[in-house]
């Protein structure tokens, strides 16, 4: 192994960097890591930390993984609910302030259903600024790994060239381009420049608009997938993701049953390979994802749907030195899990 190479993340060492910090911050206070908060058909409930201070219980659940689709989300909220129920049971106090804290950042969207539903979130961001206020962005440095050098690093460059008017976003464009026809042909060019921008390398850059012999298949884009280690091998291995076939639709409403049915259409074992995805503005109907279900049993054809949410957080991701990936593996894993 390079000695040079960043040593892997750990989900223990971000516990006990919040741990020290919470403790700093608040040292009139009693800090408790890995304490049971109660029981829930049969198995115990743990909070990674607990924070008593005054008549204020702060729980913590420390994940490693953030969860980067909207239905780990919702799972998630459903068993933070349940901590705070236990706690409140537990201590007898209503007072209890529930805490997700993740080494990344979540997009806005996410952010928001976490506000709704009163989880408090603990982002980069936030553990950064709080080790650097008692003394730990060292530590703070080491645990969250290259992606926080990166990020400083980015901030360096913003401040050395603020003078000049920094170009737009890819999360602005996407944001500020309306679903609908109109706007159909840019959505595709700025949806190729995004997967582009993620995935190439270790993907080929995309061949755009490719149609098969007869010309009666049409692809907005096709990326060529040669890579030879790591997450994209083992969809080419698993998925016969030799070409990774990308359709875009920027629909004011749900992608649909023919949608579905279309990208499938391009996909062939001996041409593309097996592997879609769908790139929309607010997902799937039931009807389409019965339809995936029905593909991937019948035929072994894999398709994915990213929606805006989903793009927003693979490019979070990247611009915080994260894996964009794990938006896709974590869609594949929710969609087998849930067969």
């Known amino acids: 192994m390079d000695s040079l190479e960043e040593p892997p993340f750990r989900e223990v060492q971000l516990v006990r960097l919040l741990a020290e910090i919470l403790r700093r911050l608040h040292p009139d206070a009693v800090v408790e890591d890995d304490l049971s908060v109660g029981q829930m058909v049969g198995r115990a409930l743990r909070m990674d930390i607990v924070l008593f201070e005054d008549d204020v219980i702060y729980a913590v659940d420390v994940k490693g993984i953030p969860p980067q689709t909207s239905a780990r989300l919702e799972e998630l909220l459903l068993r933070l609910d349940e901590y705070r129920d236990a706690i409140v049971k537990k201590y007898r106090n209503s007072r209890v302030e529930v805490i997700l804290a993740i080494p990344g950042e979540l997009t806005p969207e996410k952010v928001r259903q976490l506000d709704v539903a009163s989880i408090g979130l603990w982002d980069r961001s936030w553990i950064s600024n709080a080790a650097s206020e ?22 360096f460059e913003r401040r050395r060239f603020e003078t000049l008017p920094p170009p ?36 080929s850059s995309p061949i755009e608009e ?18 030879n280690d790591g997450f994209w091998m083992f969809l080419r291995t698993h998925y016969r993701a030799d070409y990774v076939v990308v359709d875009a639709k920027n629909l004011t409403g749900m992608s649909t049953k023919s949608h579905v049915l279309q990208v499938c259409n391009y996909m062939t ?9 769908i790139i929309t503005r607010k997902g799937t109907d039931r009807a389409a994802d019965y339809t995936r279900r029905e593909q991937w049993v019948l035929h072994g054809k894999m398709v994915i749907v990213l929606s805006d949410d989903d793009i927003l957080q693979m490019l979070n991701n990247h611009d915080a030195g994260d894996d964009p990936a794990a938006v896709i593996r974590q869609k594949i894993e929710d969609f087998r899990l849930a067969m």
């Open 134 to 155: 008692v003394g730990l962005s060292y530590e703070a440095e080491i645990v969250l790994g290259a992606a926080a050098r990166r990020s400083a690093q980015q901030s």
């Open 168 to 203: 737009p976003s890819f999360q602005a464009m996407l944001q500020s381009l309306p679903p609908g026809k109109p706007g159909w042909s840019q959505y595709q060019k700025l949806c190729k420049n995004i997967f582009e921008h993620l995935f190439c390398p270790p993907l």
């Open 210 to 227: 490719s149609s098969n012999e007869a010309k009666v298949n049409r692809r907005d884009f096709v990326v060529p997938n040669y890579a």
């Open 269 to 277: 074992p001996h041409g593309t390979g097996l592997f879609g995805v």
